[in-house]
């Protein structure tokens, strides 16, 4: 298993891209290429539209959305920490998707996207080679941030198929990409 999100925050690292401050030289204002904080970026779900995951594949897409509510421009790369927690509390950290993260400016009122990816399955599937994780909550934290939110997960009907001991895992969250107003 990797390192947790708080170790990977804590190293500076951003989806297996290193984070680059802003150049003192560029002739862009500095609140302009300044990373967005965790204050600044607020998670959330996209849920009751066409966008829903579905059931029946198998392999589906989650999509999360981190608007920037702050005052000023800022920039977001890399991947969010995703945890996905039981009723139960029990938690699994989700695997980073191996692909390299570009940095997105975000104005104000504006929203960047990560897709988590992952294999439904039904939340009381008996087979035996089927692990039903079904999610309550999702811990998320934005890209280089330590601020955690947690969002409910809104598919009651729809579980995770649990395989975090896997080498190639077929749940995974890619890094923030494009840009979406609200």
């Excluded at 951003?14 to 500095?30: E, I, L, N, R, W």
């Excluded at 009751?48 to 989650?62: K, L, R």
């Excluded at 509510?69 to 996905?84: A, E, K, Y």
């Amino acid at each position: 298993m990797g390192p947790t999100r708080e170790g990977r925050a804590a190293a500076g690292e951003s989806g297996g891209t290193a984070v680059t401050p802003p150049s003192p030289k560029s002739d862009a204002p500095a609140a302009a290429k300044s990373a967005c904080t965790g204050a600044e970026l607020k998670p959330s779900i996209v849920h009751g539209t066409d966008a829903d995951p579905d059931p029946q594949a198998t392999s589906t897409t989650a999509t999360l959305l981190f608007t920037n509510v702050g005052r000023r421009t800022c920039t977001v790369q890399g991947h969010p920490g995703v945890d996905l927690v039981t009723a139960s509390g029990d938690t699994w950290s989700i695997a980073w998707q191996k692909t390299t993260a570009r940095k997105v400016t975000l104005r104000p009122g504006v929203a960047t996207m990560a897709e988590l990816t992952f294999l439904p399955v039904g939340p009381t599937s008996g087979a035996p080679d089927q692990k039903p994780f079904l999610p309550t909550n999702v811990k998320v934290t934005p890209p280089d941030t330590t601020t955690t939110a947690s969002l409910a997960w809104p598919w009651q009907d729809i579980a995770v198929l649990r395989q975090d001991g896997a080498t190639h895992p077929g749940t995974y969250i890619g890094t923030v990409a494009g840009t979406a107003s609200d």
